[in-house]
């Protein structure tokens, strides 16, 4: 599983062939969460408020990133890495 960012703690990741709707995983500390990319509304596992945040914000800012690594992880299983939140 790639890892796309990583930022505070925040890890962000993408399975190869994973299912649709397309999204990106959250890890933080021993917490998981999938977040679907057009919507940012977690689908599925819990992370803080606090942390939801951060992800929210940074996903904001890299959502074609985040669609284009979808796409191109399905694809091909290439994938670029995103900036972190600064």
Sequence with gaps: MPELSRFLGISILMYFNDHAPP????????????????????????????VHGLVIEWAELHRDELLRNWNTIRESGEYRKIEPLV
């Design 23 to 50: 999204h990106f995983h959250v890890k933080y500390n021993e917490l998981r969460a999938s977040v679907e990319i057009s919507t940012l509304s977690i689908l599925e596992g819990e992370i803080p408020p606090r």
